[in-house]
């Protein structure tokens, strides 16, 4: 199999996809087809305007059908993540990596991160939806098969068996119905016992399938290069091939079955799974089934790993947020919900109209005692110079964020909040906080807000701090970069 890294937005010509997936026009038209219709692929004008971009506007991109040789269209990967079309992997990076062409360090980072944030959202994405169809998706149920398998081992259902004077419980119904009985001062003996105990079945029909599914999924990986990717282990139980336990109406009749008694749900999904996986027989090098583990949105994932890194209050209910006198007395009210919402008035009724309208919703709030900051996660590529200024948030985010801190302005007073910062957030691959300046709007800034910082995060120590379940340096050291 061909594997190649790509960057994310990173614009492409046709003849670099070309030289990159080593195939003929014709092929490539189908790949480029294929990839468009999953909207992992973008086209934009080739132009000097859209050269040196690392964002994608939604007006730039055009809907045209693939023209070979095109010369008049830039492409760009809208997706971070692993991507398998045909016989070929796509290796897709976050794109504030700039300095390395094959970042796989960073990557296997990145996919863990992608993991644990689909798992605690709960997103298994069996299927891959398009605009046109919704097709199997077997990178992801092949991960799920040797995660799972890790985390819980194989299929197993246990069997109850009775013996006579075992070791385990006693069944004391069948002993005093049916054993021989001894009677000594008016009490009964019991020569013999009937005992009872749960063991594994170990021939059991789905176990022996379950594990030739693992071994099958390790060896795909495998071939594909991807199990170092994920740092997973190869895992070869079995050398059985699927047809020996029957053919295919049989072994679905079988899962079916088990699916309808099964009521663990672990191994009831694990069934589905299975069920899927033998009743669709894609492969990773299957062009009708192209294969996806990653996203659209990695800028919901810096968001989200930010929130959790930084330790965001904006849900804590106010009686438990570190204030110097906490007087709240157990209110249920939360930090988010003290940011006023838009009244609606019907001059006709001479009232108000619903108040469920949205409002203001910061990306993250942190508060110890008299220090309040409000940060912004940006997943931009912001660059500054003498000559120029790109990747940097727009009018509508600086507003806002002057915003969050006038909502909040009366809050502060009250809880004797002396220290406001406000800050936006942005992703680098250095091993260090770079303070890249500020921005200022005076309408705004005359009303004794502050201005706005800007942060260059290390993203890979961010990361590392979110697969280990653990909290940035203390606010104090925070308000140090601000």
Excluded at 333 to 347: A, G, H, S
Excluded at 366 to 392: H, S, W
Aim: aromatic fraction near 12%.
């Amino acid at each position: 199999m061909i594997s190649t890294y790509i960057r994310e937005l990173k614009r492409y010509t046709y003849n670099d996809l070309k030289s990159m997936f080593k195939c003929d026009n014709e092929t490539l038209n189908k790949y480029i087809s294929k990839l468009k219709e999953y909207t992992i692929l973008k086209v934009v004008p080739l132009n000097k305007k859209q050269k040196d971009l690392t964002e994608l506007n939604e007006d730039d991109i055009e809907i045209t059908p693939v023209v070979e040789n095109d010369t008049q269209h830039y492409y760009v990967f809208d997706y971070v993540g692993l991507v398998t079309i045909d016989s070929i992997v796509l290796k897709i990076y976050p794109k504030y990596i700039k300095n390395d062409n094959e970042p796989k360090e960073q990557l296997k980072q990145v996919l863990k991160v992608i993991e644990k944030f689909n798992k605690k959202e709960q997103i298994i994405k069996i299927f891959n939806d398009s605009d046109y169809s919704k097709t199997y998706n077997n990178l992801a149920v092949c991960l799920y098969f040797i995660n799972d398998y890790f985390e819980h081992d194989l299929y197993n259902n246990e069997i109850n068996i009775l013996e006579e004077n075992g070791s385990g419980e006693i069944y004391w119904d069948k002993t005093i119905n049916d054993a021989f009985t001894l009677i000594s001062d008016n009490k009964p003996y019991y020569p013999t016992v009937y005992t009872k105990k749960r063991i594994n079945d170990e021939f059991n029909f789905f176990k022996e399938l379950h594990s030739t599914i693992i071994s099958k999924c390790c060896t795909e990986l495998k071939e594909a290069d991807l199990l170092d990717l994920f740092d997973l282990t190869e895992v070869y139980l079995n050398d059985k091939e699927l047809d020996e336990y029957g053919d295919l109406d049989y072994i679905l009749y079988r899962l079916e079955n088990e699916m309808n008694i099964q009521f663990n749900t672990r191994k009831n999904n694990l069934l589905k799974m299975m069920y899927a996986y033998i009743s669709t027989k894609g492969t990773l090098n299957d062009l009708e089934y192209l294969s996806m583990f990653g996203t659209n949105s990695f800028n919901l994932i810096w968001e989200n790993v930010c929130k959790d890194v930084l330790n965001d209050h904006l849900n804590i209910p106010l009686y438990k947020l570190p204030l110097i006198d906490n007087k709240y007395a157990k209110s249920n009210k939360k930090l988010i919900d003290i940011i006023e919402k838009p009244k609606w008035i019907d001059n006709d009724k001479d009232g108000e109209f619903s108040n469920e309208a949205k409002t203001l919703i910061p990306d993250t709030i942190v508060i110890d005692k008299d220090i309040m900051i409000i940060y912004d996660a940006k997943y931009y590529c912001f660059e500054n110079t003498r000559y120029f200024l790109k990747g940097q948030p727009g009018i509508e985010s600086i507003t806002k964020q002057y915003l969050y801190q006038l909502a909040y302005k009366e809050f502060a007073e009250k809880n004797k909040i002396k220290t406001i910062r406000n800050c936006f957030i942005i992703p680098t691959e250095e091993n260090e906080v770079i303070k890249k300046g500020r921005v200022e709007l005076n309408i705004l800034g005359n009303l004794g807000l502050e201005s706005i910082k800007v942060l260059l995060l290390p993203a890979t120590q961010i990361y590392q701090l979110y697969l280990s379940n653990k909290k940035y340096i203390n606010i104090s050291d925070q308000l140090n970069y601000l």
